[in-house]
Nanobody, 111 residues
Framework: QVHLVESGGGLVQPGGSLRLSCTTSRNIFSIEVMGWYRQAPGKQRELVADIFRAGNINYGEPVKGRFTISRDNAKNTVYLQMNSLKPEDTAVYYC?????WGQGTQVTVSS
């Protein structure tokens, strides 16, 4: 059974930064795709960013140019660096790995 541990959420002011981490219990080299989705109240879950085993990366349109996804293979961990945060980035952020989901971490952007 896959176990995903997420961390790094919290409260930040507009324009600030946060880094999310997601560590998997699996060997990251066996994972086809790993990434982050988010869900704001009353909205559908949407892709934030994902990274494939081959190295290609996708970003959701709202975060392009502000967020960066990266991977540390030695730590079986994927990171999401979030810069220039906006109130509309407020959501629960979920780590996803080949169809398995983490519990989510709350990100709140507010002054």
């Amino acid at each position: 059974q896959v176990h995903l541990v997420e961390s790094g959420g919290g409260l930040v002011q507009p324009g600030g930064s946060l880094r999310l981490s997601c560590t998997t219990s699996r060997n990251i080299f066996s994972i086809e795709v790993m990434g982050w989705y988010r869900q704001a109240p009353g909205k559908q879950r949407e892709l934030v960013a994902d990274i494939f085993r081959a190295g290609n990366i996708n970003y959701g349109e709202p975060v392009k140019g502000r967020f960066t996804i990266s991977r540390d293979n030695a730590k079986n961990t994927v990171y999401l660096q979030m810069n220039s945060l906006k109130p509309e980035d407020t959501a629960v952020y979920y780590c996803q790995e080949d169809g398995s989901w983490g519990q989510g971490t709350q990100v709140t952007v507010s002054s």
